[in-house]
Each structure stands twice: as structure tokens, then as C-alpha cells.
């Protein structure tokens, strides 16, 4: 069922997504998506709620895009999302799920915000694997070009980030690392996401040293 479900919607996301190039493009939407019941299978929930609230999640990123650059939430996006939900039928409960994992999973846990419905942990873990290791590499550098961002500024400290708040812009795409990335993998709800978040920040944090070592002329 929910093959069918995502065979109606993806030509309606993949049109909206189509000019997207900050890494919040279709293809995140996708592997956000596989990850997510890869996740399901072993850690619980619902596989459709946590399907297509993977497959749309990122709808705000587009009508922020439309806002000139203004910081829009993923609940500010609800609307939107209900509307597209609309050409699939499901029932009120279920578009209500769908909402609420969309709506919170920018909620990091390490911020205090408690978010503990099974459903939304599983899609935070899963956007959030998408944000590390190689893919994620590649992600934030697009990330930082789409935003105007220094690769890296070397007069201000590696060490010296506050709490990651969601659409506050780091001082370099490497800072960003430091910001947040580098945090994910202790961060991860699920046993499963933990797991593969520690191989990926490995990975990362292997290729920032290398960075370092090579802006510095060495």
C-alpha cells in the first residue's frame, strides 16, 4: 500500500523539489525515505505514517526557498503537506500522524524538547543519517554554497558552538561540522540509527582532520 501511496505522490514532490540544490533535493527525500523504513523494520512504528512523512518532510525547505531565504518551520508547512496528501486516500488519523512527525522532527531531544512519538524519532534519525558520512559531506558543502557560506573561517574557534538551533546559519561550512553534525550519532533515538551514525561521524570527522591539515598548507 504504501508503494502505491508514493507512486501517486512522487510526481507531484518530484516537480516541487525539481530546482532545489541546497541538498534538500528529491534524492534526499528518497534515501530519507528508505532509511526511515529500513529503520522501521527494526525499531517499530508505522510503516506508512513513517513513509510518507519521510517522502514530505521537507516541504518548508522549498516555501522557504519561495520566501526569499526567511526561516519557514516544518509546521508552517502543514498546510501545504494536507493538500498533497489530498490526490492519496487516507484516513484523518492517519494524515494527522503524518502531520505530527512532520511537524516535530526538527525537535532535537538535546534542546529539551522530549519528542517521543515512535513515528517522529524514527524520521528525525533517518533525516538525520542523511546528514552524515559521505552523503553528508557532499549535503553541507551544497548546503553552504546555496547559503553564501565560507567554506571555513580559521579565526573563529572550532570548539566554541552553542546548541544547534534549526535555520540558525554557522559561521562556515566546516564550523557546521562542530554545530551540529558531529553531535548526531550520540544523538540518534534508535539503537539501529546509533549504530551507523557512529561509522558515519567517523568517516566525517576523518575528513574534516584532512581538511584542516591541508588548509593549513601542511
Not at 493538500?83 to 516535530?104: G, H, P, R, V, W
Request: hydrophobic share 35%.
Amino acid at each position: 500500500m504504501l508503494e502505491e501511496y508514493i507512486k501517486k505522490l512522487r510526481p507531484i514532490v518530484s516537480e516541487l523539489f525539481s530546482k532545489e540544490s541546497s541538498g534538500h533535493d528529491i534524492g534526499h527525500l528518497e534515501r530519507t525515505m528508505k532509511m526511515a523504513l529500513y529503520l522501521q523494520e527494526r525499531e517499530g512504528g508505522d510503516r506508512i505514517i513513517i513513509g510518507i512523512s519521510a517522502f514530505l518532510h521537507d516541504i518548508h525547505r522549498i516555501m522557504q526557498k519561495e520566501n526569499g531565504g526567511v526561516f519557514v518551520s516544518p509546521k508552517d508547512s502543514l498546510e501545504m503537506v494536507k493538500n498533497i496528501l489530498s490526490n492519496i486516500e487516507l484516513t484523518q488519523e492517519q494524515i494527522d500522524k503524518i502531520c505530527y512527525a512532520i511537524e516535530f522532527h526538527e525537535n532535537y531531544n538535546w534542546n529539551g524538547e522530549n519528542v517521543s512519538d515512535i513515528n517522529t524519532l524514527i524520521l528525525q534519525d533517518a533525516d538525520n543519517l542523511d546528514a552524515i558520512g559521505a552523503i553528508g559531506i557532499g549535503r553541507t558543502f551544497a548546503y553552504g554554497g546555496a547559503h553564501n557560506m565560507k567554506m571555513y573561517d580559521d579565526k573563529i574557534p572550532l570548539n566554541n558552538q552553542s546548541d544547534y538551533i534549526e535555520g540558525k546559519i554557522s559561521a562556515s561550512t566546516i564550523h557546521h561540522f562542530y554545530h551540529k553534525l558531529f553531535k548526531l550519532a550520540d544523538n540518534m533515538n534508535t539503537k539501529t540509527a546509533k549504530e551507523i551514525g557512529i561509522q558515519r561521524t567517523e568517516f566525517m570527522r576523518n575528513f574534516v582532520q584532512e581538511f584542516l591539515v591541508e588548509w593549513n598548507g601542511k
